[in-house]
DNA sequence: CGAGCCTATTTCCTATAGGATGTTGCTTTG
DNA sequence: CAAAGCAACATCCTATAGGAAATAGGCTCG
């Protein structure tokens, strides 16, 4: 796939200069789309191979995607992609995400320029072609699309910390996400309006409670995916 | 220094089992102690020779230290130290670090088992022997307490996702702090314990009320550094 | 005397090879 | 028939070498 292009010289003239950084994006998209799904082994070797370059700045990649929470790593056993989240797990990011997303709507809604404002309003009403592409496709797009959403407000709120924090939330959420499809992207969209306008208003108390709002559902929204699970952790689960 | 130890066969046994785990450290220990400065650049060639390993578990550390924001990466220049907070990083720092560790001394207030809030209160009760090491060691001895309070709160606080966060926040601080030493050991001493109380009262409000107490007290001693501060992004001054 | 250009050195980045360790499958024994 | 021990395999981890780019210093020209 990916190494044709590189043979026949495509693929280096767009890359970032290093070539680490190129293949850090290229695993990350990897892992994110369940080409090589969780709780998988990763081989360097077959990686390298793979994205034809050598095993060097694979390895810098990886240790970059474990920094990240995406890979683990077992000391003389190789890296493995992070299972798939726990109940528990998944009920703690969402706390964290109502408390620090929530925090920075209210930032957004204060600090916001003009500007800033018109460009959510724009981003909330954007919506997916429904008719476009296959079913994942389309899962896949409006998911890229509600990251699109939240990112742009954390930049807004005007402070670099809390958009790295959420930033870093958000990869694990995407990574369960996609493995389950849920219905609601209506909701979704009506839901990030709320907030939109809030924000144009200026109003950082109702903008607040209208992202815990838009979280809140969310959740309940992927809640039905733990029933179809048969363990939590069934992949492969050593410990 | 180190290389000797290598050399001699001390430092091999005690690694663990994967050679970058331990460069990590090694190099995480250099920046933190400023033995390698803010806003320098760092050498990798150099520091594999000093630490007696070769280059590839080297640029894997620097990888993931990068991640963490200790480093940072000039994509033909190579790494360089991250440069001391700016007056605007500062800010932004404690106010996440009062919305996380705020919302953290609440859980931990409601979580904690009994053994927990006796290990808190006994942690709260430790401090530094005055009269031991100068004051460099002193004042590091005195940073390492207070990290490990913190983190033992958010420990007991039941979330691992803030824990990770806020141990991301503390490694910024903890660059910072140790730059310009500040006074105000007894004072840090006296909130902990007020946090301590709280948690053993089981009070969330009371406890997250302390805390924040705590942080913007904190923040207020280590203000009157950015005065000696001639510019932003002088790395020696009076050396 | 200053600015721009060129050359040389240093440094980073990538690739390949060898040693050590964990894992897996098979055989053997109780 | 099951469990434990052994051996072969695959994989990771580390080390060394070579090529490419950027930076710094010196020189020439205006």
Do not use: C
């Amino acid at each position: 796939m990916a190494q044709q292009e590189a043979r026949e010289g495509r693929l280096r003239p767009a890359r970032r200069l290093t070539l680490a950084d190129d293949v850090y994006e290229s695993i990350k998209t990897l892992v994110m789309d369940h080409i090589l799904p969780p709780g998988e082994r990763v081989n360097i070797d077959a990686l390298s191979r793979e994205l034809d370059v050598s095993p060097t700045p694979v390895r810098e990649a990886l240790a970059r995607l474990e920094a990240d929470g995406l890979v683990r790593k077992r000391p003389l056993s190789g890296y493995t992609t992070t299972p798939l989240l726990t109940r528990a797990e998944f009920d703690d990011l969402f706390e964290v995400r109502l408390l620090l997303e929530g925090a920075t709507a209210g930032r957004a809604a204060a600090h916001a320029s003009t500007e800033e404002r018109q460009r959510i309003s724009t981003e909330a009403a954007a919506t997916i072609d429904v008719e476009a592409g296959d079913g994942y496709r389309r899962h896949a797009a409006f998911t890229a699309l509600d990251a699109t959403f939240h990112d742009l407000i954390a930049e807004v709120a005007g402070s670099p910390l809390l958009r790295d924090s959420i930033t870093r939330l958000h990869s694990h959420l995407h990574l369960h996400r996609l493995y389950f499809p849920v219905t609601g992207a209506p909701d979704t969209n009506t839901e990030h309006q709320r907030i939109a306008a809030a924000i144009a208003a200026g109003d950082s108390d109702a903008d607040a409670e209208a992202m815990r709002a838009h979280l809140t559902a969310a959740r309940e929204r992927h809640l039905p995916a733990f029933d179809q699970l048969p363990a939590p952790g069934a992949p492969r689960d050593p410990a």
